[in-house]
């Protein structure tokens, strides 16, 4: 969640071009201004200073700190790697998009996490969209009642953003304007991390699935969001690179084995939660989820079916019939998809209908050499894809 004390000084900071994000964003805390008095100081920006004290905020806001601009010369000398119009980058052990670069490099140096900060984590298409949404109703269910809840109105992506998307889009001060506990969202490898995230309190949730599927649902999300004036990606292309681990934040394996060691140092720091698991067992692991968020379903709530309503309401049939995510988009300076490039297929096995049985073999002989006396697994457990086009936010 994003929310503005004044428009004005943004729109004026972020210079006259509109931001698709500040407008969703006023948007959406002026619809929680309707909600009032229902609605808790703790999900309200932090309290106003003094009139002198806002100015001088406002005054001092073009200070903030923002992604490195001396920093192009250091990237050019970085391997390229990726697919289509997605270049990546290696810095320090994993290829990162070459327009996020910056970002991570400011987040490194300059991010502050807070102790009681949650991160929902993934490696992109792994699930991170339904993970969202069943984190954040879950955390804010005794604030929203759930027949009026923000998700109904409101794509999972501006309910919870993305630190690599606060730094990018220059909104970093807004971030930490955010009531305490906050809500965000990282694509970062562990090992990039700041240590003020690794080295504090803050917690956890990362998503992991079938890499085969996940490369799949990247490459339709590719393909999708990808402008009319360049040419699709073969999905050969796609895999090579998914294989050589150069897509973007991979190698995938190497991404999940890094918080999947995290949460076995630390269980009560990083919840590692497998996709297809989730959807063998989403009430279960909802319970799970609400468990590790400090925040278990009472025995009232149980009784009145609450765990269920929020399973439902994160579910592929209700997110795909919703408005917001039909229409609307994400992303920011040079980086823009529509709300719809997310829903997809639900489920998994849609690899059957992309790869050969050669390349199906190769990718899962490189998972178990990569995975090999990790104690980690990733394959799907029977979960078949879900039927129709539009499908499913459960896989994006």
Known sequence: MVFYKNTSSIRSSLGPRSNPREERSVTFFNSLMAMLPSLPSSLLPRKAQEEEEEEEEEEEEDQTPRPPQDCSDF?????????????????????????????????????????????????????????????????????????????????????VLYVEQYFHEGLISKMEALPSPRILAIHMPYSLLPDSMTSSSCRFVYICRDPK????????????????????????????????????????WDHALEYWRASLRSPERVLFLKYEEMMDEPVGNARRLAEFLSCPFTEEEEKGGVVEDIVELCSFEKLKSLEANKMG???????????????????????????????????????QHKLFESGLTLESVGVEAASGDDASAHGQ
């Open 75 to 159: 990237i050019s000398t970085l391997p390229k790697g990726g697919w289509g119009p997605i270049r990546t980058r290696k810095y320090q052990g994993f290829w990162v998009p070459e327009i996020f670069l910056p970002s991570v490099m400011a987040i490194q140096k300059n991010f502050k996490a807070r102790p009681d900060d949650l991160f929902v984590v993934s490696y992109p298409k792994s699930g991170t969209t339904w993970l969202k949404a069943l984190t954040f109703a879950t955390m804010t269910r005794t604030q929203y009642p759930l027949a009026h809840h923000p998700l109904l109105s409101f794509n999972p992506h501006d309910c």
């Open 213 to 252: 599927d996940t490369l799949v649902s990247m490459w339709h999300f590719r393909e999708k969001s990808r402008p009319k004036t360049v040419e699709p990606t073969p999905f050969a292309e796609a895999f090579e690179a998914f294989c050589e681990g150069t897509s973007p934040v991979g190698p995938m």
């Open 329 to 367: 988009t994400q992303g920011g300076p040079g980086f823009v998809v529509t709300n719809d490039s997310f829903f997809r297929k639900g489920g998994g096995g849609d690899w059957k209908n992309h790869m050969s049985p050669e390349m199906a073999r190769r990718l899962d002989a490189i998972t």
